[in-house]
């Protein structure tokens, strides 16, 4: 046997020495790929043979294939026309669809504003032409070539509908009712009667709530959109968000997470979505939900998005058609809990008055609602740029769960 | 290499027979081919991994897309470094994971004592089951029986309610006793382990020079116990402070680093990959200290 040069130490050097140089070799592969719009970035000019399958991000209930609930289906259905085999992921926040739709592993996503705008910038998602999409004639004018769906009149999705955030409470514990305002869960004086019970959203975004009921409790501090928050502004809100914090026993952003709280009594009052009080009122829970109309609401306007990286354009083409089908959107519409996106789906409700109730023509309070939308340091008036962008709320909410 | 193709113009021979050849009287190859597959993995797929966090906890992103920007700055690690509430997090995190390993080596060392010294060998193979079978199941179940057990309406509630006592519901104390629980059997195998090689001898030794059993405890098993109880606080100290699904199964919203490493992830890249920097400088610390402290010696 040859004799080895057995220094532990000049082996300890070397394996140091090809990790540095690997280290060296990865950060130069990386900053030479630009990522992002591997794709194209022209809308599909005509749907071809669908693919054979389906890769979607979707908020919960949107994707429904009659396993979350016999007979709640319009996916089965869809697959058989199509022949396009449909997998969904379920995000809970628009930041974690964002994150999704950048690995470039799905073909479409239904984004909220505040990841519309970050995902068209981000060059993730593609133009879409509306004319293969038979049904986007039927969509409510108010939700077309929308600041958070467009880019110079060109749509950049297709609206699937819009609701309110609610105001959720246990009809057992919650006493006397708390009205129709957001005070009973930001007031400290009537959150601390329910102190460790109180739940909010656990997102950057649940900032704009803040700032909305400061719009109306703060009038002074002159907040005139709950997303476009200049520093002082921004500083009551997160004070208030902190204060709310003592009485907070904890935030949700899995929704079944949210049902379960509900459902134990862990959580007694917060901002819900109208899906989990649904389902809630479904099992039979004494819970009860409002639109806290003294200080509004914020919001969704959701829009189905095609992803530049798409492996399954032509499926994702027929998923949006068949997503704002009259009869699939009133489905969809009825089973989360908001108004729909085509205003013949109306007609096709289990409850008549459904389109009514949830004003899906935006003539009640819809319009006046404050869906989300990405923060800018761009005030959009005559500020300037002086607004918190989104990065500071990120940091912002970080130091409210402290 | 190649000259060892050459080297054999033999008739045609097997694959096997001239990769034998190959091999044959060159150990530093037979070494390097038995290597080549872990260490390829542990300079790949190990380091590799914790390369790519630490080069992208240098980048930022871009204001309105969120997209990662690929230019080095430190302000991360500012960012870390000067916000109060980045400390405290860290703070905390350290805390409990502290908290759990001492609570998991008062519990384990008797546990183990009993189980290396005197159980009859037949209770002693029924304890060591006893103490894997929770790592049979998943750690998710896991987690969430106890969200169950410490809910409102939850066993725990229930059963202290005859006595007018209630629960700690879910918040810090909860986060200590579920960690406590998971973590368990990591701190009771290796102190069991290396209770069981003092040789008994050595006991009966201190029995006979007049020691009182407190003493013996004190001055000869302890001194050789206390590596495996360090070997096994590095597992109970940094699960605790890696994990995030605990906190965010029974915490009150109390942020601890795994959660804001959780959270972040998909709002700033850049920003989580520089916080989890932090258990890493922790552990390394705390395994230099282990390695002073002999847990290295005998395992």
Known sequence: MRTQDANPQRTAWLVIASLLAFMLLFAAGCGDDDDGGDGTSAALEKVGQPEDQLDLIAWAGYVEDGSTEPGVDWVTQFEKQSGCQVN??????????????RTGQYDGVSASGDATLRLIEGNDVNPVNTDLVANYADVFPGLKEQPYNSVDGQMYGIPHGRGANLLMYNTDTVKPSPGESWSVVFDPKQASKYSGKVTAYDSPIYIADAALYLKTHQPDLGIENPYELDQEQFDAAIQLLKEQRDNVGEYWSDYTKQIQSFANGDTVVGTTWPYQYLTLKGEGKD???????????????????????????????????HIIDPKVNAEVAEWFGEAPANSKACQFTENKNHCDEYDAAGERYLDDLYYWTTPLTDCGDDRGEVCKDYADWVQGWTEVKG | MDAAGVAAPAPRRSVGHRLADLFHGRPRLQAGALLAGPVGWLVVGYLGSLAVLLITAFWSIGELSGEIERAATLDNFRLIAEEPVYRSIAGRTIAIAALVTITDAILAFPLAFYMAKVATPRLRGALVVAVMVPLWSAYLVKAYAWRTILSEDGPLNWALAPFGLSGPGYGLVAVWLVMSYLWLPYMVIPIYAGLERIPDSLLNASEDLRARPFYTFRRVILPLAFPAVVAGSIFTFSLTLGDFIAPSLVGSGDQFIGTVVFSTITTNLPLAAAFATVPIVVMVVYL?????????EHV
């Open chain 1, 88 to 101: 969904v992921k379920v995000g809970n926040t628009s930041d974690e669809m964002v994150q999704l739709m």
């Open chain 1, 287 to 321: 819970v009860e939900a409002v639109y806290p109309s003294k200080e509004g609401s914020t919001g969704w306007s959701d829009t189905w998005m095609i992803s530049s990286d798409a492996k399954h354009p032509n499926c994702m083409y027929l998923w949006m058609n």
């Open chain 2, 288 to 296: 230099l200290g282990a390695r002073r402290l002999g847990a290295f």
